[in-house]
């Protein structure tokens, strides 16, 4: 393969970046767009259940649109952060989101009016049959809102209250860096570099960078506190208004799972997590301390700490992916040649990665920050995965490639999983075969302890902040508590200002980012399992699971693909068997190696 370059192409989806003339064009398109169907649904003769079909493909067309626009500049901020046109694309954005939410409110008080014998009949109706489901759960998630005048206020209120906050919190972090000693000099990093250091081999940068991070989350606490705090009053506020008691209730609902799931899956990652600790105790003695710190969790043993070039990481991200399917494979080549990957380590990135889907363009374009290590293949083969699901839906209604976060994950770990467990089982020696172990379960440490503690976190959080403001040392003390309680008191160190430091905590597009990962990362290893069983012939009905992922519950999800309730223990039990097998490996492996 030749040499790859590591910046994306966004051109293709509209030329030109923040300047781009065609973006424009297509944004004020949506404006006219937007206020024909409002004038259309504030009209008496517009709101039938004749004019339903007519309303639905207007809807999902301009919601299209504005998805690829949206995209588009979360792109170009991700890319660079101090882009300051696109900041004001994205304000813009966010209006056109808010006049959108108001015609959508007022399309919710049609679906919503259809008497339910008329509404049962029209489900039966061949144009609404594919669509029949998203369309259902719209309603009866409309039933449960306040009245249309009510629920357009928020959504406008949202644009300058709400959603500011959430752009704020990316306009503060955008401005950070950290000045860290490497090499004998010192080096100015930013806020996404820094943190690629916690998973340097040295512990010397390991804790120095943890330490000049907490120094800048500490610097900034009182904005941060301020923005976590106005967040939340603002969501808090708008369930109170919608009676809505439970803060758990819109996140599930978004994750089409049941609390009966949610509960299921903690108890089953709660009993597995002695044998991980197990893990992480041998872990420290390799490393040759009493614990881990916060600042351990990603630091690599031996082979896991080589680097690997990024064509190299491509080559063997596509051959691994070809073990399974040569739909997959063929695919990460072509988002590899077509430059879909953001992957170079610049200052003024944004930090993290992801995945973003352009529905028009029927593309996906990758953002990280490569760092050559494992984890670095790993995270891009994660990403992979998520562009992989888009694409097997591309083709699909709109409404059905809108799939919850929980499956979305599915697809990216499954991804992940491909490419390290064949490492695992091709390592030239017990020292690396040892170190990838290791690598992978630090994913299971991830899943199984930070998510959980993230979930305690914002559970706890949000019952407090119902009693009013909270100040950044509350905000540590409930941090270090969650944190001990999901980590079982194992680490010598732990990270109070994590709730400054995690983006997740601040995007308002999704009510707590957290448990669909544990759900995504165990429903992929039991997935994985029937992939190991049945071989190649998987491959099929692998995306045939993925195609259903926006017209079902997960429970119907899993019943129908999978043949398992997942209300019950069993499934989850068996995925967290599969890591517990690794740990006895891993245990197992210590006694013949030595680093």
């Not at 004749?50 to 067309?61: A, F, G, P, S």
């Not at 709660?270 to 301390?289: D, F, R």
């Not at 077509?338 to 352009?358: L, M, N, S, V, Y």
Request: one cysteine or more; glycine letters at 4%.
């Amino acid at each position: 393969m030749d040499t790859l370059k590591q910046t994306w192409e966004l051109d293709s989806i509209f030329p030109d970046g923040s300047q781009s003339a065609a973006l424009r064009q297509m944004l004020a398109a949506l404006k006219q767009d937007i206020s024909e169907l409002d004038d259309c649904l504030c009209r008496e003769n517009c709101k039938s259940a004749e004019n339903l079909k007519d309303i639905l493909q207007r809807v999902e067309t301009i919601s299209a649109k504005l998805v690829e626009c949206a995209a588009f500049v979360g792109c170009l901020l991700a890319q660079n952060v101090k882009d300051s046109q696109a900041k004001v694309l994205m304000g813009e954005i966010m209006q056109l989101r808010a006049a959108l939410s108001n015609v959508d409110t007022q399309f919710d008080q049609l679906l919503v009016s259809i008497p339910d014998q008329q509404w049962q009949a029209l489900l039966q109706e061949e144009w609404l049959k594919p669509i029949a489901f998203p369309v259902n759960e719209k309603r009866e998630l409309a039933a449960k809102k306040m009245e249309a005048e009510k629920e357009a206020l928020a959504a406008e209120l949202a644009v300058d209250g709400y959603n500011a906050w959430s752009q704020m919190y990316d306009t503060i972090i955008g401005n950070l860096s950290v000045t860290i000693m490497e090499d004998g000099q010192e080096k100015t990093f930013s806020i996404g570099q820094a943190l690629n250091l916690l998973s340097e081999p040295d512990r010397k940068v390991r804790a120095e960078a943890f330490a000049q991070l907490k120094r800048v989350w500490q610097e900034q606490e009182e904005v941060l506190a301020a923005t976590l705090n106005h967040l939340a009053g603002f969501r808090l506020s708008l369930y109170r208004n919608r009676g809505w008691d439970d803060v758990l209730a819109e996140p599930l609902a978004v994750n089409r799972m049941s609390a009966k799931t949610l509960d299921a899956m903690w108890a089953a990652v709660n009993a597995g997590k002695p044998k991980l600790v197990k893990y992480m105790e041998q872990k420290a003695k390799l490393l040759g301390i009493d614990k881990l710190a916060w600042y351990d969790l990603e630091a690599p043993l031996g082979a896991a700490g080589k680097k690997m070039s990024y064509d190299e990481a491509a080559t063997y991200i596509i051959d691994k992916f070809a073990h399974f399917s040569s739909e997959l494979a063929d695919f990460a080549q072509h988002a590899f040649t077509q430059r879909w990957i953001e992957a170079e380590d610049r200052p003024f990135k944004q930090p993290g990665g992801f995945c973003t889907t352009f529905p028009l363009s029927k593309q996906s374009r990758i953002f990280s920050t490569y760092s050559g290590t494992i984890q670095g293949v790993a995270t891009l083969a994660h990403e992979l995965g998520h562009a992989y699901h888009s694409f097997v839906t591309r083709d699909l209604p709109f409404f059905l490639q809108d799939y919850p976060m929980n499956v979305a994950e599915t697809a990216s770990t499954f991804g992940e999983l491909l490419v390290v467990d064949a490492a695992i089982k091709n390592a030239s020696s017990l020292e690396e075969k040892l170190a990838l172990l290791d690598d992978k379960l630090q994913r299971g440490v991830a899943f199984f302890m930070d998510i959980h503690c993230r979930f305690l976190f914002e559970t706890r959080f949000y019952q407090a902040r119902k009693q009013g403001l909270l100040t950044a040392q509350d905000f540590n003390r409930i941090m270090l508590e969650a944190q001990q309680e999901a980590f079982c008191d194992s680490l010598s160190e732990y990270h109070p200002y994590f709730w400054a430091a995690k983006l997740h905590f601040y995007i308002t597009d999704v009510p707590f980012y957290n448990f669909p990962y544990t759900f995504g990362y165990l429903f992929s290893m039991g997935i994985y399992a029937r992939a190991l069983k049945e071989g190649s012939d998987f491959a099929q009905r692998y995306r045939q699971l993925l195609q259903d992922t926006g017209r079902m519950t997960v429970e119907d999800l899993a019943q129908k693909h999978l043949g398992v309730d997942l209300t019950q223990p069993a499934f989850w039990e068996e995925a967290v068997s599969l890591v517990l097998r690794d740990i006895d490996e891993f245990l197992a492996l210590c006694d013949k190696v030595r680093f």
